[in-house]
């Protein structure tokens, strides 16, 4: 993923998208393991 600093590179309407309770912005400073974890459900 992009990065400068701190600040990631994806506009607020796309780091507002949610799934099961997660934002993509969580999703995507997920480590390997919680993100399997959230994802194991999907078909």
């Known amino acids: 993923m ?3 600093g701190k600040v990631a590179r994806f506009n607020p309407d796309t780091l507002a ?3 099961t309770g997660k934002r993509i ?3 995507l400073h ?3 393991d919680e993100a ?3 994802f194991a ?3």
Do not use: K, Q
């Open 30 to 32: 997920m480590g390997v």
């Open 41 to 43: 459900t999907c078909p």
């Open 17 to 19: 998208i949610a799934w």
């Open 2 to 4: 992009p990065r400068i």
């Open 25 to 27: 912005g969580d999703v």
């Open 36 to 38: 399997v974890s959230l």
